[in-house]
């Protein structure tokens, strides 16, 4: 069961969760979920929107140049320290995070990209926007997390660019 809910008044919520962790889910040839920190919500073109980073290297990005739809997860009391495990460390090339995480997965309303009942408040999107970040564009102070002597398998820090992701807000609830 869903219920469905007004973005507006969820926006605190939305933006003290992302520094701690929520999931980005995508779905291809099959679900992937990765935690990630980084993330806003606003409005561009008249949308509400939903901005994500995810590096180039990364599986997720192939999900969602193959299926530009995604949907965040954000949990209402605290993290999951296994499925922030899990889903922050793994590779959803090698692992199956439904299984390795335990994941109830809620099938979607309007995106194809289901929803983490662990984590309820669910936001479906559609990328309306993508952008491959540029490493010269970027301030120095923020250089750090892209070392150029790390490795880009790494999951951690690596030497990757982002790819910005701009995705239109299809819809909103939490599941009950």
Known sequence: MKKKI????YGNQI?????????LNSKDQKFNAMIIGWG???TNWGLPVFT???REGRFTRQQLDQNPAFTISIPMEGVHPEIARVCGTMSGRQVDKVSEAGLTLEAPEMN???GVKEYPLTL???VIYRQEQKLDLYADKVMNYYPQDVDSENTGANKDPHVMYIGEIVDAYIIE
């Open 40 to 42: 806003g919500i606003g």
């Open 52 to 54: 994500i980073y995810v």
């Open 124 to 126: 479906e999107c559609r």
């Open 112 to 114: 194809g990209v289901p």
């Open 15 to 23: 933006i003290q969760a992302i520094p701690k962790g929520v999931l």
């Open 6 to 9: 007004d973005i507006s008044e």
